[in-house]
């Protein structure tokens, strides 16, 4: 991430507009946070400003970690109230939410926006996007298996816990210091979402669409929400994405993705790098035009655990 030039995180005096109650409350970590650094990040796309802070806990080692101050467009008390009880619902699922392979919320924290920030650990290597172009461009076909693995294990982890990500992406995933997958934003661009009069596709990030099921773009069903079917259509897409290096549907352009899912059409096979037969029917079947035909992620983790010898 490149550090951004000038100014300062919104209401970076003070306490966030909007207080949110919970049952079960984060820590607050507003006097723990040290250093605070503005970072772009191409990957949110408006809905967030990511901000790379330490913290520094007393009895406890510094720590990097990264504050999510979500990037609200809309001042009106009576939206931030709403968006504030989305959130409020968003962290009530994080913060119970306890595996290797999910991104743990460390806290949360006042100063950096009209709402309280969400503070995680700064994952070193960055989205598996970026991964994949970077640092992780040449690893092995049996690394990649691994990531996949984890993923798909953290997913059905997430599913028995009666949670529903819907939004999961190249973005949603982090890779760590190890090279090892973190399952990360539960819901956070529904919360921009639900306030905003346009469709899946529009209200999302550019190329998030890639990873979306066909069932969520609202040109059928606009009611129909994020399921664990949903999921699965994602995880193949992540399927796609990991083997290959490709995003899914890299062939066209963003405005063309959702004409081609709708009408059931499946990306390109690669070729740069090659995806075995059996792995690529797979990622066919996951993306399924129809839900309940598409695999459990069970059966989709032990496959994978098979092709790589596990």
């Not at 967030?48 to 806990?57: A, G, N, P, T």
């Not at 890779?175 to 090892?180: E, P």
């Not at 699965?232 to 490709?246: A, E, F, Q, R």
């Amino acid at each position: 991430m490149s550090r951004r030039q000038g100014g300062h995180p919104p209401a970076a005096a003070g306490r966030s507009l909007i207080s949110l109650s919970f049952s079960r409350p984060p820590v607050d970590v507003t006097e723990y946070i040290k250093g605070r650094g503005l970072y772009a990040d191409d990957t949110t796309g408006g809905f967030s400003d990511i901000h790379k802070c330490v913290l520094d806990k007393p009895g406890e080692p510094k720590a990097a970690v990264a504050v999510k101050a979500l990037r609200l467009g809309n001042n009106d008390p009576t939206a931030l109230q709403t968006r504030g009880k989305k959130l409020r619902a968003e962290v009530h699922i994080w913060i119970r939410l306890d595996h290797p392979n999910v991104l743990k919320l460390c806290g949360m924290a006042d100063g950096f926006a009209r709402l309280p920030a969400l503070v995680s650990p700064w994952v070193e290597n960055g989205t598996l996007t970026k991964y994949l172009e970077g640092p992780g461009r040449e690893i092995s076909k049996g690394a990649r298996i691994s990531i996949l693995v984890k993923v798909g294990e953290a997913l059905d982890y997430i599913h028995s816990q009666h949670v529903v990500h819907g939004d999961l992406t190249g973005s949603n995933i982090l890779i760590n210091g190890g090279g090892q997958p973190l399952i990360s934003d539960f819901g956070l661009s529904s919360i921009i979402e639900e306030h905003n009069m346009t469709s899946y596709f529009k209200s999302h990030r550019p190329g998030s669409i890639r990873w979306v099921a066909p069932e969520l773009l609202g040109e059928v069903e606009p009611s129909t929400k994020p399921s664990v079917e949903s999921d699965v259509y994602s995880y193949g897409c992540v399927m796609l994405h990991t083997l290959s290096g490709k995003v899914p549907y890299s062939e066209i352009r963003d405005i063309h993705v959702p004409h081609a899912k709708i009408c059931g059409g499946h990306p390109q096979r690669p070729t740069d790098l090659p995806i075995e037969e059996s792995h690529w029917r797979l990622i066919e079947t996951c993306l399924n035009v129809t839900p309940s035909n598409r695999p459990k992620l069970l059966g989709i983790v032990g496959f994978l655990k098979t092709a790589r010898g596990v």
